[in-house]
């Protein structure tokens, strides 16, 4: 625990420090004439209350990018501070404590524990962290009422619809208070209502001053964003201020 | 995250998979009870041989006609064999000559048929023989009288029976007063000897005894003594009334210097040495199978917690993306593992004690308190040996390898 203790410490420096910042990231898989990289040198600084969208075609290096903003991969070379912590350099067991305490993540195949309910779902990275129960359960009734399943928290994955267990882990990623909600193609397996009411909840999520990535191929979701990365061939190409959401 | 939290989660996977968790938990508890149980079977079986020596007695010796045998101070066979004889007998109950033997009863036995009516039985044990016999093989009577040294001198037609024997014969009616037909001849029988019970290899209540007499003037003729029974004053004394025995014997039947003895002594505790002897080999053989069931239940364990991982691979996954680390994962599949072979041991415990109170075949099982420890300490082992290589490949799974797992 004193790995964590050390996190905070380094993290408490400075409140103003970027959420993300990326130095020259490289990805490579394989070496030699059959080396691809997937990450090409790609630099990025995100700042606290951001709301950006990572596009791009598959094969871009859009999902790498994201395994790696997300503490869930190591790059080749280059440095990656996420909170002002220096993650290039971990382990993977400090990389884990790095998950569950600054990163709050949403997948597009929701990926919540089966036969578990929601409430215990959302609880489970508190419990990773050492929360005590009682505090946990009232992060977790707090997170699963904002998201407007107050009246669901008993019922296990397989009992709620999609867009709802898209929202359980909404919950799940917000009840930690991370500094960054990483969502990896979040609609992707949500019919258009859905996909409008989680959207509009990221919109409130940012309102609140929540730092939101999303990565995304789809148009309508990136627009939602204040801030557009566009990515292919493992590189940034294009990284501008969306003009529909920003004054 | 405290233990308390992680052995939850242990718990709620084993009792999302119900059926699977019983059917591990049934493996180990096979082989937990099967330890307990085989090895208080030997166990009991070798109480059981030790007991019915004890009650024949450590300080009776049994001398038998020839050198044969696999008595303890058996001499090879003499050239001319000189048989025992009642003049024997009467020898080795000489005080002065032989004071550490307290009294001594020949034996003239047969084998032969009792009948009653319809029934008949074969006695294992049919001996002619006189009331001596009584206290040197512990043999008292539950009802009706002995037969005494007047019955013997007037040859008398009587008979006590053991309860095997009485059971085959006259069913649960009380044989007091009846009359058999043992090898043609009739008699009454006057007393039912208290239950001795098996000896392992003999039920020692297939039983006649009748007067030594009577057997040799209607049923074998005047023929050699088959042993002589001699018990010694005390069990302290056995080894001097041994010495005793050997030297009238030896002087009676003419054995000097090399000449080699024409009959030999069994030591009762020379018998009980060889019989817990091969009870311990049983028993080693016994334990030897449970060890192996024990450990294919092990190997069960491996095999349900390897197929858990894979099966759980993404949800192990997810764990770790949202922050578990590795300890956290590997002590969760650990615990699953060990409550597994813990909740086997136990089951299997029970099963050994509630088993144990049957008879099986013959024997009456005692439990070795070790044995209990041991298998419940062996299984608990086992889990964290065998859950050990599953939990640490769920431990080592890369989360974005997890994660993409379908």
Redesign the interface.
């Known amino acids: 625990m004193e790995a964590v203790a050390a996190l905070e410490a380094v993290a408490s420096v400075d409140e103003k420090l970027p959420v993300i910042e990326v130095h020259d990231a490289v990805k490579r898989y394989g070496s030699g004439d059959a080396a691809i990289y997937a990450l090409d040198g790609v630099s990025l600084s995100i700042e606290p209350g951001e709301y950006v969208a990572i596009m791009g075609p598959s094969g871009s290096g859009k999902s790498t990018l994201m395994n790696i903003l997300g503490a869930l991969d190591v790059m080749t070379s280059g440095k990656y501070y996420l909170d002002g912590i220096e993650v290039s350099s971990m382990d993977e067991n400090h990389l884990a404590i790095v998950r569950g305490r600054k990163i709050g993540f949403i997948f597009q195949s929701f990926n919540l524990i089966p036969r578990t309910t929601a409430l215990a779902n959302v609880e489970l990275p508190m419990a990773y962290q050492g929360i005590k129960p009682k505090e946990r359960r009232e992060r977790a009734m707090v997170a699963l009422n904002v998201v407007g399943l107050g009246d669901r928290v008993n019922h296990e994955p397989t009992e709620l619809s999609g867009g709802q267990q898209q929202r359980v882990a909404v919950a799940r990623a917000l009840a930690t208070r991370p500094a960054l909600l990483l969502a990896d193609e979040p609609t992707g397996a949500l019919d258009s209502k859905s996909t409008g009411d989680l959207l509009d909840l990221f919109d409130q999520i940012n309102a609140a001053g929540r730092t939101v990535v999303v990565i995304t191929h789809e148009l309508d979701v990136a627009h939602r964003a204040k801030r557009i990365i566009r990515m292919r061939d493992g590189k940034i190409v294009s990284d501008e201020l969306n003009k529909e959401r920003v004054a | 995250?405290?233990v308390f939290?992680i052995i939850r989660f242990a718990l709620?996977g084993l009792f999302?998979n119900r059926l699977r968790t019983a059917l591990t938990t049934l493996g180990i508890m096979i082989g937990v009870a099967s330890v307990i149980i085989l090895l208080a079977v030997g166990n009991g079986s070798s109480k059981a041989i030790q007991s019915s020596l004890d009650r024949l007695g450590t300080n009776s010796l049994q001398v038998r006609s020839g050198g044969q045998g696999f008595g303890f101070r058996a001499r090879a066979s003499a050239s001319t064999v000189k048989p025992l004889t009642i003049l024997d007998t009467v020898a080795l109950a000489d005080k002065t000559q032989a004071p550490d033997i307290k009294q001594v009863a020949p034996i003239v036995s047969t084998n032969g048929t009792c009948v009653v009516g319809a029934n008949t039985t074969t006695p294992s044990t049919f001996y002619g023989t006189w009331p001596a016999y009584y206290e040197a093989s512990n043999t008292t009577i539950q009802s009706g009288s002995y037969f005494t040294n007047d019955d013997v001198t007037q040859a008398r037609r009587v008979a006590l029976i053991g309860q095997t024997t009485a059971t085959a014969l006259f069913g649960t009616d009380s044989p007091i007063g009846k009359t058999m037909r043992c090898s043609g001849i009739q008699f009454t029988v006057i007393g039912l000897t208290t239950v001795k019970g098996s000896s392992g290899f003999q039920d020692g209540d297939s039983l006649v005894l009748i007067p030594i007499t009577t057997m040799e003037n209607t049923i074998t003729g005047n023929q050699a003594l088959s042993d002589i029974l001699v018990e010694a004053t005390k069990s302290t004394t056995t080894t001097a009334a041994q010495n005793e025995l050997t030297a009238i014997l030896d002087a009676r039947h003419g054995i000097t210097g090399n000449k080699t003895a024409d009959f030999s002594v069994f030591n009762q505790a020379s018998l009980l040495t060889t019989a817990s002897s091969s009870s311990k080999t049983f028993t080693t053989l016994l334990g030897a199978v449970a060890a192996i069931s024990l450990l294919v239940g092990g190997i069960g364990i491996t095999n349900i917690m390897l197929v858990t991982v894979i099966e759980r691979t993404?949800?192990i996954?997810?764990?770790?993306?949202?922050?578990?680390?590795?300890?956290?994962i590997l002590t969760q599949f650990l615990i699953e593992a060990t409550i597994l072979s813990l909740l086997g041991g136990a089951l299997g415990v029970i099963a050994g004690f509630i088993g144990s109170h049957f008879t099986i075949d013959g024997t009456k099982p005692v439990i070795v308190p070790a044995s209990v420890f041991l298998a419940f300490g062996v299984s608990i082992l086992i889990g964290v040996f065998f859950g050990g290589y599953p939990a640490s490949r769920a431990a080592s799974l890369?989360?974005?390898e997890a994660?993409r797992y379908e």
């Open positions: 995250m405290s939290e709620r999302i993404r949800e996954g997810i764990r770790k993306a949202i922050g578990a680390p590795k300890g956290a890369r989360p974005i994660l």
